[in-house]
């Protein structure tokens, strides 16, 4: 083996050791989840909507009995309560997805 192929085999290796480290801590976090944490989140993103969606249903219903006019209160509350639940699904769904580490695999693949 030539010196400069020491060289070479000498910089990679804290990347080595570094993709090494992040896939053992990442199989300790995952560890747990198994079917009931994915059951488990599903329900929570399903009781987020619904429960966003049925609270727009009542401010409306209370709404249009406060305000009576020509078009439904329930119905818009309704509208804003099915997309204010959603976007608090996609947060928990896109905050349990993301990593915690900010390490990149695409510099280990060289």
């Known amino acids: 083996m030539t010196n400069d ?27 747990d ?11 929570m993103v399903g009781w987020t909507v619904a429960i966003t ?3 727009g ?9 406060t305000w009576p006019s020509s078009y439904s209160w ?6 804003i309560g099915l997309i204010v639940g959603c976007m608090n699904a996609w947060y928990w769904v896109n905050r349990e997805g993301k ?3 900010d390490y990149d695999e695409s510099d280990q693949d060289e």
């Open 33 to 43: 989840r198994s079917v009931w944490f994915g059951i488990g989140l599903f329900g």
């Open 74 to 79: 329930t119905l818009t509350m309704l509208f």
């Open 5 to 31: 192929d020491q060289k070479k085999k000498d910089a990679k290796l804290p990347s080595e050791v570094g993709k090494k480290a992040y896939r053992r801590i990442k199989a300790r976090r995952t560890r």
């Open 99 to 101: 990593l915690d580490d």
């Open 53 to 55: 969606t049925l609270i």
């Open 57 to 65: 249903v009542a401010l409306g219903v209370w709404m249009d009995r």
